[in-house]
């Protein structure tokens, strides 16, 4: 590839049109593998429900100070207190910082497995044991991503899962109760037709111009334009995902039927495979221009992205974006009941973490030209501006 051609890189995976038709597989990994499953519209809505499920309101929960800030919202909005534990530079829990700050009023142990590495699982639940206290895991960045033989979601009292940022699917999160006490809970209604279309459509669309090029591009620029118009007109309310903020209004809303469909259709190992094989190609690619946060890929994790340590994230972001890379910047700001003052290393990586895509979509020569695309971006990053010389 010429630098001056422009990629189409989506930061998540895109619907292939037979998806919507393929037969089922059996689900091995969780949550589909579970028989205590709830299927909601977001993730964010299972931590809500846990919170009032495990009757944490009122009470501390013990969350990671490396956190997206959603979940610590819905936390917050479902009536418990979030105090927070040190994580240090390479997305490692403190688990001696956990142990020090439990006291009479911590009531459950909140862990997040950052894009797929798993956390220290075990010990979590170990602390918690000896607490008294249940252990909250959230996969929503680790769906179908294993310690070892171990899949994650698994050891915590809840496992917690979103299922559209590692499946092409249009929404979905998941609640997965281990153990053996059983909770009634509601079963969500069915999210707006439309909403489900609406994200249904674009995935497709999506995968039109990963597959077709300029063409594609073209035929996608146009049905955005007409369906923009059509959703105005309808007034049509399109419950958008991935977004930053808790939002009460839609805690009660579940996952579409469809969801289910294309999810249970998927090639789950092929997916955990494929993504493997895209982040070995970049760590290899990428290792001696960007000291990578991990030097290996463990067995049986299933990456959510390639973290790239960067010193100017926005310059970067604007570079690769430009190539048509669709880079996200992670985890830019703390919740503001967490000092960043109180964890430095956190907020160190806050300015420095960008996601690269690795996704099962893109093949081995796409991928060649990410890292080519980044390669290049990254010298530029370093070369004095004319400004400084
Ligand atoms: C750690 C973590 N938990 C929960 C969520 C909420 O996921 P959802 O967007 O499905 O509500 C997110 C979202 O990014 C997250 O990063």
Request: charged share 20%; with cysteine.
């Amino acid at each position: 590839m010429k630098t001056t051609d422009k990629l189409f890189v989506p930061s998540l995976p895109t619907l292939w049109p037979h998806m919507l038709m393929a037969p089922p597989r059996p689900g091995a990994l969780p949550p589909f593998s579970s028989p205590n499953a709830r299927y909601f519209y977001f993730a964010r809505n299972a931590v809500w429900l846990t919170i009032k499920m495990l009757r944490l309101d009122g009470g501390e929960v013990l969350m990671p100070a490396y956190h997206h800030g959603v979940e610590v919202e819905a936390v917050v909005d479902a009536g418990a207190i979030p105090r927070f534990y040190r994580v240090g530079s390479r997305w490692d829990v403190d688990v001696a910082d956990v142990a020090k700050r439990i006291t009479p009023k911590t009531r459950a142990l909140y862990l997040i497995h950052y894009a797929g590495f798993p956390g220290p699982v075990d010990a979590m639940r170990k602390l918690a044991d000896e607490h008294g206290i249940p252990l909250i895991e959230d996969c929503a960045l680790s769906l179908l991503s294993s310690d070892g033989a171990t899949p994650l979601g698994t050891t915590g009292d809840v496992g917690i899962f979103c299922l559209y940022k590692t499946l092409p699917v249009p929404n979905g999160g998941a609640l997965v109760v281990n153990g053996k006490r059983s909770y009634s809970l509601p079963e969500p209604p069915a999210p707006p037709l439309a909403s489900t279309f609406s994200h249904t459509v674009s995935a497709l669309l999506q995968n039109l111009e990963l597959r077709g090029g300029a063409v594609g591009r073209g035929l996608r620029g146009l049905v955005r334009s007409v369906g923009h118009g059509a959703v105005k007109a309808a007034s049509v309310e399109r419950v958008a995902t991935g977004t930053q903020h808790f939002d009460r209004r839609h805690v009660d809303l579940g996952m579409s039927p469809l969801t289910k469909r294309i999810a249970l259709a998927q090639d789950l190992e092929g997916i955990v495979e494929a993504r493997r094989r895209n982040y070995f190609l970049l760590l290899g690619r990428l290792r001696d221009v960007s000291p990578p946060l991990f030097n290996q890929l463990p067995a049986g994790v299933s990456p959510l992205f390639y973290p790239m340590v960067v010193q100017d994230k926005e310059l970067l972001l604007a570079k690769l974006r430009e190539k048509g890379i669709d880079a996200i910047d992670f985890w830019k700001r703390f919740h503001p009941a967490c000092d960043p003052s109180e964890f430095p290393e956190v907020a160190q990586l806050r300015r420095t973490i960008l996601e690269i895509p690795c996704h099962q979509d893109l093949s081995p020569e796409v991928m060649g030209q990410v890292a080519d695309v980044v390669r290049e971006a990254l010298k530029s990053e370093r070369r004095p501006s004319k400004r400084a010389s």
